[in-house]
């Protein structure tokens, strides 16, 4: 493929993926007399992209990693809520439902995850909200994580269902790209409440919204989970 081929690809995948945008809740798509039908096109559409974005995935292009010295601080945090409502999770006593197309169902703890390879990155994290920060994030890459609980690779889908109510999915090809992990650690510590302790969903080929904190269940399935920004309107792929 010709360098111009591939720039012109990364520009239609950035143009599915931005296109998203106007779907988004806060951007008022107004139609004047159909505003249910300009809902319905647009969530249609956004599914197409999904579709779209799907096939021009490619599961060994791998997302920018930074220097040490690029790392954002502090931090910064979001969620549905303020800071102070982030959920406390005892290290202790959490385990990992998991549920679905599975072989080994018995939930994890989190000296599993310490015991199995880590994986350090330093990538971009990018909101929709229009704000980007780098960080650096270790843990268990998922596609390692996946096979030791002899998942099905070929299902569709890995949902996750967080200690706060909040949920999202992803598609198999992204859960198994090389840099999606199981994050424990962020900054060079363990994760703290508010940054998802005490373990988080990195994937920094998605957006923030896909990157989801204090995990406590994940289910393989071949029906479309959805997520919680999804659902009202987010682009599901939602690759950045
Ligand atoms: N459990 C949980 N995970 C979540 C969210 C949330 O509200 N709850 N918000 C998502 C969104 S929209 C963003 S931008 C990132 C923010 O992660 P950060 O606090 O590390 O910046 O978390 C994502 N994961
Ligand atoms: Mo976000």
């Known amino acids: 493929m010709s360098p111009l081929m591939i720039d012109r690809r990364k520009l239609f995948t950035r143009a599915l993926a931005f296109g998203a945008v106007s779907t988004l809740p806060g951007c008022n798509f107004d139609h004047p007399n ?6 319905q096109v647009l969530s249609a559409m956004s599914r197409w992209n999904d579709e779209a974005q799907g096939l021009l995935f490619d599961r060994h292009t791998l997302a920018p990693t930074f ?3 690029a790392i954002t601080r502090p931090a910064r945090f979001n969620a549905f809520y303020d800071i102070s409502q982030a959920p406390q999770v005892n290290p202790a006593t959490w385990q990992l439902a998991l549920t679905g197309r599975v072989g080994n169902k018995t939930p994890l ?3 599993n995850l310490r015991a199995m390879k880590q994986q350090s990155q330093i990538t971009r994290f990018v909101c929709v909200e229009g704000w980007r920060v780098v960080g650096q994030w270790s843990g268990v890459p998922l596609g390692l ?3 030791s609980i ?3 690779l070929n299902a569709r889908y890995v949902s996750f269902h967080c200690a706060d109510g909040y949920f999202t999915s992803i598609d198999m090809a992204s859960a198994l790209q090389p840099q999606t992990i199981f994050a424990l650690d962020f900054n060079g510590a363990p994760l703290t409440a508010p940054f998802g302790a ?3 969903l990195r994937i920094p080929t998605k957006l923030g919204y896909k990157n989801p904190k204090s995990i406590v269940a994940l289910n393989v399935t071949n029906s479309f989970p959805g997520g919680y920004w999804e659902n009202q309107g987010y ?3 939602g690759g950045s």
Not at 34 to 39: G, K, N, Q, S
């Open 109 to 111: 703890t989190l000296a």
């Open 198 to 200: 005490p373990v988080r």
């Open 145 to 147: 994580l996946l096979k």
């Open 150 to 152: 002899n998942a099905d």
């Open 34 to 39: 159909h505003p249910d039908i300009a809902d």
């Open 67 to 69: 220097p040490a010295s």
């Open 235 to 237: 682009n599901w792929f």
